[in-house]
């Protein structure tokens, strides 16, 4: 099945500050790639995804890029703000079925 | 957007005891549901695919005695953890695919089970 890997595992950055997470998938024919955001003990809420047709998505200050060839794809998040702090997954997919998932990112914004 | 419900949202059972989990999407058709299993501080492991009408396919690695599903209606999918163990106690989450809505899965709130 798909491996999905994600790193870094913790990450802290101030307040107005730039986060980048990145993850690499192993099954070429993954070709949908979601981001969650989950704060302890809630549900994964989606925060952008992706398709395999499309190299960068954006919304406000959230943006991921895929690079298909190399099988990775990054979530960036520009003028980070305290709310932002959560843990952050990745995951791919095919056709929308079958969702596996990152390790996951701890995020914490410092203000 | 689209809302999935599971019930309960906590629940502590005995070891030995049977414990059953529902999710349902409440206004919207799932013909596919998912069940993952959360441990503290880790990722969302599937366990299991739940198709309405069908038998559920199960992970590499997950007992399907253990974890039994069931998929009656479009709206609702059952997990049932047979003969608890402390083992098993961890945080469930299920899934459903909205196929009208090209943005993958919505997840319920979670299930944390606590075995005693």
């Known amino acids: 099945g798909e491996n999905v890997e994600q790193h870094p595992s913790t990450l802290s950055v101030q307040e107005g500050d730039s986060a980048v997470i990145k993850c690499t998938y192993s099954d070429s024919a993954s070709n949908y790639f979601p981001w969650y955001k989950q704060e302890l003990g809630k549900r994964p809420q989606l925060i952008i995804d992706i398709r395999s047709n499309v190299g960068e998505k954006k919304d406000q200050r959230i943006a991921v890029t895929l690079n298909k060839t190399a099988k990775h794809f990054s979530l960036h998040i520009t003028e980070t703000q305290p709310e932002d702090s959560a843990v952050y997954f990745c995951a791919a997919s095919l056709t929308g079925n079958q969702f596996y998932f990152g390790t996951g990112t701890s995020l914490t914004v410092i203000p | 957007g689209a809302v999935v419900s599971q019930h309960p949202s906590w629940v502590i059972c005995k070891s030995g005891t049977s414990v059953k989990i529902e999710c349902r999407s409440l206004d919207f058709q799932a013909t596919t549901m998912f069940w993952y299993r959360q441990f503290p501080k880790q990722s969302l492991m599937l366990m299991a695919t739940?198709?309405?009408?069908?038998?559920?396919?199960?992970e590499q690695g997950v007992e399907k005695d253990k974890f039994l599903i069931n998929h009656a209606s479009l709206t609702l999918s059952t997990l049932t953890v047979t003969s608890a163990h402390p083992e098993d106690s961890s945080f469930y989450i299920c899934s459903a695919r909205e196929h009208r809505v090209p943005r993958g899965a919505f997840f319920g709130q979670g299930t944390r089970l606590t075995v005693v």
């Open positions: 739940s198709n309405e009408g069908s038998k559920a396919t199960y």
